[in-house]
């Protein structure tokens, strides 16, 4: 029998140059010495897709090393970046040239460095996206984050990954252990949802089966927006895992507090994934309700349960092509009843993963909490960068 193939997502690292107003990652950076090592890298299974993140992943030096050895075990790699560290994504690139890139741009020039907080982020990520695509990198694109501030960047960002000729990935605001965060939340869903619904008509309008289906997506963000129930089931930590530069391996990067099915630096993969301690966690997972709606926990999901994008996508392409007929966000129910004043604003906020009073675990290990007592996150972090710039 052929070995099962997972989704995997390796966080190589909690250190973060960037300082995004809707993530605090950046103060709490993991210590460079706990994190993942290849050893334990060695230890995950087979791999359909890998996505590597952190913080920021191209912080850690010895990524090529890293992806070299996923390499052995992955179909297809792709990496998550702010797009800072230009020369080592084009250095990685040049060796591995099947490696996927997704340089993080929070909307057009001023939006994107207030929200990333990066010095010259835009210029930095868009000539790095620019450099790819000259280099024939076939793999490249942007992902953004849309929120009441870059939302009416949207449709523009769209459009210019489609003059790059690269994919566009979206996402929206989430709270969680791994964002360090619970007090993110979408202020004007009309707003935004109505900006979402214009790049839904772009997508659905192309000649890409592929976009079709990110249309889908972005249904779906309308209806997280909005607080409702996921539109398909989640079933992260059944095929999927996400692993933390501790080793410990988790479900998701959604949850409040950081959920652990086992730590890969004590113990082997099958050890770890058939454990007791795993099931109690995919028992949570049956019974989560925090909805979460992004690319790494919804993608999974739009495979396993094909059938539903799909007959979303032929009836979108149907209406479009007999009756003229466009997507329109009232098709959630939960829009119109807002609009109609049948639910108020008060109520949909209940509904959202924001808690403004909560305590947020950041998932530090004690010894780099015990660093962050002399010293912010921002501070290590600096120090950190200056030293591998120096060398
Ligand atoms: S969103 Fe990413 S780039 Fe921004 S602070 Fe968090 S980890 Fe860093
Ligand atoms: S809905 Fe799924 S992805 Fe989100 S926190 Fe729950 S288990 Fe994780």
């Not at 966080?11 to 994190?35: D, G, L, W």
Request: net charge positive.
């Amino acid at each position: 029998m052929s070995e099962k193939k997972l989704n995997g997502t390796v966080i190589v690292t909690y250190r973060c140059n960037a300082r995004c107003t809707m993530c605090n990652r950046y103060k709490c950076p993991s210590k460079p010495e706990e994190e993942l090592t290849l050893e334990t890298i060695k230890k995950l299974p087979k791999m359909y897709f890998t996505n590597i993140t952190g913080g920021e992943p191209f912080i850690r030096e010895d990524l090529p090393d890293i992806v070299r050895e996923l390499y052995k075990k992955s179909d297809r790699i792709v990496i998550s970046t702010n797009g800072y560290f230009q020369d080592r994504i084009i250095k990685l690139c040049e060796e591995f040239p099947k490696v996927g890139i997704r340089i993080s741009i929070e909307g057009l020039e001023e939006t994107n460095n207030k929200i990333r907080g990066l010095d010259d982020g835009f210029n930095k990520g868009y000539s790095t996206l620019k450099k790819l695509v000259e280099m024939k990198h076939p793999d490249v694109g942007f992902g953004m984050t849309v929120q009441d501030t870059n939302a009416k960047d949207l449709v523009a960002l769209y459009k210019l990954s489609e003059e790059l000729n690269m994919e566009f990935a979206t996402a929206s605001l989430h709270n969680s252990f791994y964002f360090v965060e619970a007090k993110n939340i979408i202020h004007d869903r009309m707003m935004v949802g109505k900006e979402f619904e214009k790049l839904i008509n772009e997508l659905l309008n192309s000649n890409s089966p592929k976009k079709w289906f990110r249309a889908y997506f972005n249904h779906g963000l309308i209806n997280y927006i909005f607080g409702q129930k996921r539109l398909l089931p989640c079933d992260m930590a059944f095929d999927t895992f996400f692993i933390d530069p501790y080793g410990d391996v988790m479900p998701c990067n959604g949850t409040k507090e950081k959920e652990v099915m086992g730590n890969l630096n004590e113990q082997s993969w099958d050890e770890l994934w058939n454990s007791e301690q795993a099931d109690k966690v995919r028992q949570k997972v049956r019974h989560c309700t925090r909805n979460c709606w992004m690319i790494g926990s919804a993608s999974p999901a739009m495979h396993k349960y094909i059938w539903t994008p799909t007959l979303w996508v032929l009836k979108h392409k149907f209406l479009r092509f007999f009756k003229k007929q466009k997507y329109s966000m009232f098709e959630n129910q939960i829009v119109k009843d807002f609009k109609e004043g049948k639910v108020s604003k008060e109520e949909l906020d209940k509904c959202s993963t924001c808690d403004m009073n909560c305590k947020i675990n950041d998932g530090l290990s004690e010894k780099s909490k015990e660093a962050l007592k002399n010293k912010t996150g921002e501070e290590i972090v600096d120090e950190d960068i200056r030293n591998q710039m120096e060398k």
